[in-house]
């Protein structure tokens, strides 16, 4: 199977033969949008220019600023953290589930304050946070989904994206669904919708939940006031929306090859007690963005395993991201001045020890590629895999 197909080739050709004139316009971002809600379930996907943008977004859309609090996990990439910053609002970092490395909602509860405006869940490697016991613990908080890894991720039976008021997806180059970099925010409210599109578009009055473009008779009118609120420019181009839309069509093998995948590795070390994959909460099921392990051996490093893995024929192994306060952007507070917003009591608590679990887990993930297009190919990364564990066992 080929990650990219005649079809998004094909999509990508008709929006370079309309020569972007508005005259020929192929409508390729609002068919996206459109397959994208059909396909997972939502009332109204925006397209963005990235993942990271869309979470800012919704943030903003809220009316999250300076002085609110957001909670979200450290074990993840930092630009779940980042998007807070970016609203001149405050990172606050709950521990994650030591089992399932999901954000924890026992660890939710401790760090809720009275300036706690949202919580981000990020359905980390493509398993499912526990919605259910976030819900309950956050009450009438709103929630967002960082569903960045993890397209076809259920939970309850649900399609995951159903339970926060804004979930948000990444398709940057290495997710299940991919057009080199671009981003979705999906919400059932009409009005979060229209709020989030006018500070995706500039401000734009004319757009709204299912209104991405200004009609060209307005935008020739000398007299028409085109700038309604302060906004930025996130928006999707018609080239990535052409892919998008490509790789919406073909997500059902695109996903399930991801799952056989991972399933395969996870099993494959069931015999490895010191291998403990990631578990799922009861009635879920991973999506294998990769098939995270976790190393629980004191006598062999992370990079020996690894080394010895890729003797043994495999391609690599995916390090888990440093947790997001121990990097140097938080140790420093380098925040681009947005540093004046963070209460001292908060950046204060950006050491170790902040997030124990969350620090015993990070070094010791060995998170296993899963993106193999050639079954040829995967069979010979879990080979690899079962001589390494027999090696060290």
């Given at each position: 199977?080929?990650?990219?197909?005649?079809?998004?080739?094909?999509?990508?050709?008709?929006?370079?033969?309309?020569?972007?004139?508005?005259?020929?316009?192929?409508?390729?971002?609002?068919?996206?949008?459109?397959?994208?809600?059909?396909?997972?379930?939502?009332?109204?996907?925006?397209?963005?220019?990235?993942?990271?943008?869309?979470?800012?977004?919704?943030?903003?859309?809220?009316?999250?600023?300076?002085?609110?609090?957001?909670?979200?996990?450290?074990?993840?990439?930092?630009?779940?953290?980042?998007?807070?910053?970016?609203?001149?609002?405050?990172?606050?970092?709950?521990?994650?589930?030591?089992?399932?490395?999901?954000?924890?909602?026992?660890?939710?509860?401790?760090?809720?304050?009275?300036?706690?405006?949202?919580?981000?869940?990020?359905?980390?490697?493509?398993?499912?946070?526990?919605?259910?016991?976030?819900?309950?613990?956050?009450?009438?908080?709103?929630?967002?989904?960082?569903?960045?890894?993890?397209?076809?991720?259920?939970?309850?039976?649900?399609?995951?994206?159903?339970?926060?008021?804004?979930?948000?997806?990444?398709?940057?180059?290495?997710?299940h669904l991919s057009?080199?970099?671009?981003?979705?925010?999906?919400?059932?409210?009409?009005?979060?919708?229209?709020?989030?599109?006018?500070?995706?578009?500039?401000?734009?009055?004319?757009?709204?939940?299912?209104?991405?473009?200004?009609?060209?008779?307005?935008?020739?009118?000398?007299?028409?006031?085109?700038?309604?609120?302060?906004?930025?420019?996130?928006?999707?181009?018609?080239?990535?929306?052409?892919?998008?839309?490509?790789?919406?069509?073909?997500?059902?093998?695109?996903?399930?090859?991801?799952?056989?995948?991972?399933?395969?590795?996870?099993?494959?070390?069931?015999?490895?007690?010191?291998?403990?994959?990631?578990?799922?909460?009861?009635?879920?099921?991973?999506?294998?963005?990769?098939?995270?392990?976790?190393?629980?051996?004191?006598?062999?490093?992370?990079?020996?395993?690894?080394?010895?893995?890729?003797?043994?024929?495999?391609?690599?192994?995916?390090?888990?991201?440093?947790?997001?306060?121990?990097?140097?952007?938080?140790?420093?507070?380098?925040?681009?001045?947005?540093?004046?917003?963070?209460?001292?009591?908060?950046?204060?608590?950006?050491?170790?020890?902040?997030?124990?679990?969350?620090?015993?887990?990070?070094?010791?993930?060995?998170?296993?590629?899963?993106?193999?297009?050639?079954?040829?190919?995967?069979?010979?990364?879990?080979?690899?895999?079962r001589k390494t564990?027999?090696?060290?066992?």
């Amino acid at each position: 199977m080929k990650r990219v197909s005649d079809l998004e080739k094909s999509y990508v050709l008709e929006v370079l033969d309309s020569e972007f004139r508005g005259s020929k316009a192929t409508g390729m971002v609002g068919r996206a949008e459109v397959a994208f809600s059909h396909k997972f379930g939502k009332k109204y996907s925006m397209g963005f220019v990235n993942g990271t943008g869309t979470l800012h977004t919704a943030l903003e859309a809220l009316g999250i600023g300076p002085g609110d609090e957001v909670i979200v996990p450290p074990l993840t990439m930092s630009a779940t953290a980042f998007s807070v910053l970016q609203a001149n609002a405050t990172p606050v970092f709950a521990d994650v589930d030591p089992l399932t490395f999901q954000i924890d909602s026992k660890s939710i509860i401790d760090r809720i304050s009275n300036r706690t405006k949202a919580v981000m869940s990020v359905a980390l490697y493509g398993g499912s946070p526990d919605y259910e016991a976030i819900k309950e613990a956050i009450g009438d908080l709103p929630l967002i989904e960082d569903n960045a890894e993890a397209f076809g991720t259920r939970y309850h039976g649900k399609e995951i994206g159903s339970f926060g008021v804004f979930s948000s997806y990444s398709l940057q180059s290495s997710k299940h669904l991919s057009s080199g970099e671009g981003g979705m925010l999906c919400t059932d409210s009409l009005e979060h919708a229209d709020k989030a599109r006018k500070f995706q578009s500039l401000g734009y009055s004319a757009v709204g939940a299912t209104t991405h473009k200004i009609d060209k008779k307005d935008i020739q009118d000398p007299e028409y006031l085109r700038h309604e609120v302060l906004g930025w420019n996130y928006r999707m181009s018609d080239l990535i929306a052409a892919v998008v839309l490509g790789q919406i069509e073909r997500s059902n093998e695109l996903i399930e090859i991801r799952k056989r995948v991972g399933n395969q590795i996870f099993d494959q070390v069931k015999d490895f007690s010191w291998l403990r994959p990631q578990a799922n909460y009861q009635d879920s099921e991973h999506s294998f963005w990769a098939a995270p392990i976790l190393l629980e051996r004191d006598d062999i490093s992370w990079r020996q395993f690894r080394d010895k893995f890729m003797e043994f024929g495999g391609k690599g192994i995916y390090a888990a991201w440093q947790l997001s306060y121990l990097e140097p952007v938080f140790q420093n507070l380098n925040f681009q001045g947005r540093e004046k917003f963070i209460d001292p009591k908060i950046s204060s608590k950006y050491t170790r020890g902040y997030c124990p679990n969350a620090e015993y887990i990070q070094p010791r993930v060995l998170a296993f590629r899963t993106n193999e297009w050639d079954s040829h190919h995967a069979d010979i990364q879990i080979e690899a895999l079962r001589k390494t564990g027999e090696f060290f066992n």
